[in-house]
Nanobody, 124 residues
Framework: QVQVVESGGGSVQAGGSLRLSCTAS????????MGWFRQAPGKQREFVAAISWDGTYTYYSEAVKGRFTTSRDNAKEIAYLQMNSLKPEDTAVYSC?????????????????WGQGTQVTVSS
């Protein structure tokens, strides 16, 4: 079974940056679309960003567009979420998801494998 692990969370001041990393083992990494989701306390999980298996297409929620960038290095089998200009409202548990048959990158139901999540806290 595919194992997904994300890392890189932490606490930062508003305006700061963090880079999250995600690895997926147990499957050919280059055949997996990689997505990022987040969930704040008391709120529904929301889509953040995603990248197609070959990196050709990237997708972002309106909330993070222009501030976050997702990328991947298939040779290293790592996907990244670079988060710049962080705001307090970005505070959430961020999860990496992977799937070989993602048709709508914004919907978590299309991702088969999920990481445990990493906490991102942004203070004002």
């Amino acid at each position: 079974q595919v194992q997904v692990v994300e890392s890189g969370g932490g606490s930062v001041q508003a305006g700061g940056s963090l880079r999250l990393s995600c690895t997926a083992s147990g499957y050919y990494f280059y055949r997996l679309a990689m997505g990022w989701f987040r969930q704040a306390p008391g709120k529904q999980r929301e889509f953040v960003a995603a990248i197609s298996w070959d990196g050709t297409y990237t997708y972002y929620s309106e909330a993070v567009k222009g501030r976050f960038t997702t990328s991947r290095d298939n040779a290293k089998e790592i996907a990244y979420l670079q988060m710049n200009s962080l705001k307090p409202e970005d505070t959430a548990v961020y999860s990496c998801a992977a799937g070989p048959s993602v048709r709508d990158y914004e919907l978590g139901q299309y991702y088969d494998y999920w990481g445990q999540g990493t906490q991102v806290t942004v203070s004002s």
